[in-house]
T-cell receptor
Framework: NAGVTQTPKFQVLKTGQSMTLQCAQD?????MSWYRQDPGMGLRLIHY???????DQGEVPNGYNVSRSTTEDFPLRLLSAAPSQTSVYFC??????????????FGEGSRLTVL | RKEVEQDPGPFNVPEGATVAFNCTYS??????FFWYRQDCRKEPKLLMS???SGNEDGRFTAQLNRASQYISLLIRDSKLSDSATYLC?????????FGKGTSLLVTP
């Protein structure tokens, strides 16, 4: 089973470049989300979506855009990369928003370095 | 103030020991609670949900105290394979808020 697939796994960017982190899930989950994880900061929610066509901001949305045109895909766009966006990015999905027993399934992570 | 607070550790314990982790959360409207496990450079994975009455899964016991806004995880008979970071997770509406994690190292 594929589960949640993120690409690329590693990426190096220069300041000011743009890029898109891809996320796809094959579990027919309504809820998808993007987190970033930094040393000493834990996982912080960037954006989330409760279904196709619906997105909302999380704790740290600045500098990132998302869209949800299909149930399966939830790409994260960095508009103009900055060194502060160097991080490990995780995409996660769930049947629900995590309420009750809605387990979050994570991708393997994308390690981004911005020079 | 972070919504979910954990002692970062590290907790270094010998095999067979019992170890407990604590977590506090700030939003009294939080609806559901979880412990996730994260191995080094890997993605987090659900360890167990936390129910109001407390629940057990093998060597792991989770407790919730809504009045004190406090969650705990007890690991009995620690194994080397339990070495990981344990993340306290609280649901508030449409987001799961993660604590920074508590690092556990079980030594021979």
């Amino acid at each position: 089973n594929a589960g949640v697939t993120q690409t690329p796994k590693f990426q190096v960017l220069k300041t000011g470049q743009s890029m898109t982190l891809q996320c796809a899930q094959d579990m027919n989950h309504e809820y998808m989300s993007w987190y970033r994880q930094d040393p000493g900061m834990g996982l912080r929610l960037i954006h989330y979506s409760v279904g196709a066509g619906i997105t909302d901001q999380g704790e740290v949305p600045n500098g990132y855009n998302v869209s949800r045109s299909t149930t399966e895909d939830f790409p994260l766009r960095l508009l103009s990369a900055a060194p502060s966006q160097t991080s490990v990015y995780f995409c996660a999905s769930s049947f629900t928003s995590g309420r009750e027993d809605g387990e979050l399934f994570f991708g393997e992570g994308s390690r981004l370095t911005v020079l | 103030r972070k919504e979910v607070e954990q002692d970062p550790g590290p907790f270094n314990v010998p095999e067979g020991a019992t170890v407990a982790f604590n977590c506090t959360y700030s939003n009294s409207a939080s609806q559901s609670f979880f412990w996730y496990r994260q191995d080094c450079r890997k993605e987090p994975k659900l360890l167990m949900s936390v129910y109001s009455s407390g629940n057990e899964d093998g060597r792991f016991t989770a407790q919730l105290n809504r009045a004190s806004q406090y969650i705990s995880l007890l690991i009995r008979d620690s194994k080397l394979s339990d070495s990981a970071t344990y993340l306290c997770v609280v649901n508030t509406g449409y987001a799961l808020n993660f604590g920074k994690g508590t690092s556990l190292l079980v030594t021979p």
